[in-house]
């Protein structure tokens, strides 16, 4: 378990956290479950579900490349999108609840060779969180990569709230959705292939995805500022 501990402690720095910090109860079963990983794909820590749950929360899906940490034999081949090479490696997806200025890891997934994408880790941390802890986030943030049309529908059909970043080269209305909003601001909304109802937001070259019709550009930028920090 000592080989997870360097990440653990720069995972809670990251969200403002020091160690000592945490409850030792707490701390503990933060490392249990992630030594857990090694022989299942997705796990959440209860106690801390339990410390967010009920609070107006930002639940926020992200991801990390990793170094080994003895798992050679599950390993894939991983791009550095800083430098455009490659090296072996995995991605742990992180489920993070941020309150106030904290943010605190209520589970993870591995993505490893043999597992199922990280979208589909997501939606199925989604549903674990939904289904098993009756957890509801007060809004869920993430990046492009994310964004695809079966995880936006699945949360829509939950009534979770959410801000996506989107690319420009998809489509909704039937066209790419840089000609729907050609200038630099504005909104467009229409309806995913799936038929989940959505509304887009343009922003100088950055463009947002959210379930929420009567949301507005400064409110869905000031949320999503929370996945920027």
Partial sequence: MNQYIPFINQ??????????????KHYQELLTEFERLKYQDIVMIPSLIKLCKGLPVKLIVDDTNNPKYGLENIVRTLKNLKTSGYHKGYK???????????R??????????????????????????????????EVVLADGSYSVDKLEKQLTDYGWRFVFRWKKSR????DKIIKQIPRGYGTFQGKLENGAKVKIFRRKKRFYISNRMLWNMEKIVRLYKALDN
Avoid at 95 to 102: R, S
Avoid at 171 to 174: P, Q, S
């Fill in 11 to 24: 995972l809670l720095q990251s969200g403002n956290f020091k160690s000592s910090e945490i409850p030792t």
């Fill in 92 to 102: 742990i997806v992180l489920f993070l609840c941020e309150i106030a200025d904290h």
């Fill in 104 to 137: 605190i890891p209520i589970g993870f997934a591995l993505w490893h060779k043999d597992s199922p994408s990280p979208n589909n880790l997501a939606m199925a941390g989604f549903s674990r969180l939904r289904n098993t802890f009756k957890f509801k986030p």
């Fill in 171 to 174: 489509n909704l209305g039937g």
